[in-house]
């Protein structure tokens, strides 16, 4: 009777990779049948014992892509869509998941982050109690704020901002530093400004003294190298419009016939209205141009010379792209805008906070370039991708 079991001549060792296999079936050994068969184990062997480092895991284990969300103030326009576009295509091109946040301040309860859930809708998040802390926060600073750590809550692993303010800032940060109970710290990344807060992981934004340059140069030739010239809206607490102003003046100065002053500080396009009034109403000095730091100052100095309907007497220069900006710029109201490219913005802040999460050096600072748009140019193909990128 024969025997199926292999005895002691039949070898089947494995050491490490070192495997004999010999198959005896009715006294007949199949060298080829051998061969394959110690081939086929050999492969299954090495695959087991090198798929960790192969990276190969079962099925179900699944790795989630890195989530980035844009923290931007509600209302702020075609610059924060053109941010978020930016954003978006790097998302797609990385592979990563982008929550687009805009900050509504409490009196609208609800903000919506573009969070797919199970059915693909939208979810939206009510906002915390914005009296849930005490410090000193405007109404929009404190929605910013709070928008921030509510997609921290949401599993945000990196923060792409759009500053209001250096308090709402710091304390965006603190939020990003102390929301892991482990002391993981969620990378900052800082776009369109620049406030002395430490913690941030890089800034994106325009070189404001070159933009500030380009103002006063601007300035100096609609004028003809003379003139009285007055600044709407400088800050003397924002490091950026500080930038500005000092550029400005570096231009100016070399021109002798060129004074400029008064420096009227004004933040909103009715206080910058009510400043451009002022000005042109007094006697002591005839303005003939106003160098418009911030949005609002340009259109409220618009404003005024379309009431006035001296838009061809006096000039305007002014920072920024918004519709209403570029109305104006179109009317010949506004002669100069210096724009900066908000798509390169949100683009590049998000490939910066996909390096810091893959563990890769970041760029501290990347400055964007800007440029000067008038009503000649604006309408050039370059120009108009920079001011519609929304546009297909």
């Given at each position: ?13 494995v ?19 051998r ?103 405007s109404?929009?600073?404190q ?12 599993g ?8 209001l303010?250096?308090?709402a ?8 530093q ?17 406030f002395?807060v ?26 003809e ?13 924002n ?5 500005r ?42 303005v003939?141009?106003?160098?418009a730091?911030q ?13 006035r ?27 100069h ?41 604006m ?14």
């Open positions: 009777m024969m025997d199926n079991k292999m005895n002691r001549n039949d070898a089947h060792r050491k490490g990779l070192n495997i004999r296999i010999f198959w005896k079936k009715n006294g007949a050994s199949f060298p080829g049948v061969k394959r068969g110690l081939l086929t184990l050999a492969v299954a062997i090495f695959c087991l014992l090198i798929s960790s480092a192969c990276g190969l895991s079962s099925p179900d284990a699944t790795v989630l892509p890195p989530r980035v969300a844009l923290i931007t103030p509600a209302g702020t326009g075609e610059l924060a869509e053109a941010i978020r576009l930016g954003a978006e295509a790097a998302a797609k091109e990385s592979g990563a998941e982008l929550i687009n946040v805009e900050a509504y301040p409490p009196d609208g309860h609800m903000y919506t982050p573009a969070i797919p859930d199970s059915d693909g809708s939208k979810k939206k998040i009510k906002q915390a109690n914005p009296n849930s802390q005490t410090m000193s926060r109404v929009r600073e929605a910013q704020v709070e928008a921030a750590a509510l997609a921290l809550k949401q945000a692993s990196a923060l792409l901002v759009d500053p303010s250096e308090k800032l710091s304390d965006i940060i603190q939020e990003a102390t929301t892991h109970s482990d002391g993981t710290i969620v990378p900052v990344i800082v776009l369109n400004d620049e002395p430490k913690g941030i992981t890089s800034i994106i934004s325009m070189d404001n003294m070159e933009a500030g340059r380009q103002a006063g140069q601007a300035m100096a030739e609609l004028l190298g003379k003139g009285h010239v007055a600044l709407l809206g400088p800050d003397p607490v490091s950026g419009l500080i930038q102003e000092q550029g400005v003046m570096e231009v100016l100065v070399q021109y002798p016939d060129i004074q400029v002053g008064p420096k009227a500080i004004c933040n909103t396009r009715d206080g910058c209205w009510q400043t451009a009034k002022q000005l042109l109403d007094q006697q002591e000095v005839d003939h141009g106003f160098i730091l949005e609002p100052a340009s259109l409220g100095a618009a404003d005024e010379l379309n009431r309907k001296t838009a061809d007497k006096v000039r305007i220069v002014g920072f920024g792209s918004e519709q209403q900006q570029l109305e104006q710029l179109q009317e010949g109201v506004l002669d805008l210096i724009v900066q490219n908000g798509y390169s913005a949100g683009y590049l802040g998000l490939n910066q906070a996909v390096a810091r999460l893959n563990n890769q050096q970041v760029q501290a600072r990347v400055l964007l370039e800007t440029k000067l748009v008038s009503t000649d140019n309408f050039w193909m370059d120009n108009q991708k920079l001011l519609f990128p929304f546009v297909q």
